[in-house]
Nanobody
Framework: QVQLVESGGGLVQAGGSLRLSCAAS????????MGWFRQAPGKEREFVAR????????YYASSVKGRFTISRDNAKNTAYLQMNSLKPEDTAVYSC????????????WGQGTQVTVSS
């Protein structure tokens, strides 16, 4: 298990940008695939993006592709989500998660950070 703490959320106008950070504890961060998820009020949690342990491979939900960028700095034990061209429908609590292999469950979750996009 790894402990994850998100930061960087806030209130932004439509068309604006935010960068979320996910700080991980422990020396094994570089072994985990990292992901970002979000949950809007009254809706189920949905996948946003993921990045492989070395950072070479990324994958995005169609709703954010071209606007969001996931990255990581293994030397800093931190994953990031750069969000550009934000829309009101991006409003949600954003959480990061970690898993050991592509076939494993997302086993570690952060507490989430609120992102609110005003129109």
């Amino acid at each position: 298990q790894v402990q994850l703490v998100e930061s960087g959320g806030g209130l932004v106008q439509a068309g604006g940008s935010l960068r979320l950070s996910c700080a991980a504890s422990g020396p094994t961060f570089r072994t985990y695939t990292m992901g970002w998820f979000r949950q809007a009020p009254g809706k189920e949690r949905e996948f946003v993006a993921r990045i492989s342990n070395g950072g070479a491979t990324t994958y995005y939900a169609s709703s954010v592709k071209g606007r969001f960028t996931i990255s990581r700095d293994n030397a800093k034990n931190t994953a990031y989500l750069q969000m550009n061209s934000l829309k009101p429908e991006d409003t949600a609590v954003y959480s990061c998660a970690a898993r050991l292999t592509p076939a494993s469950e997302w086993h570690s979750w952060g507490q989430g950070t609120q992102v609110t996009v005003s129109s």
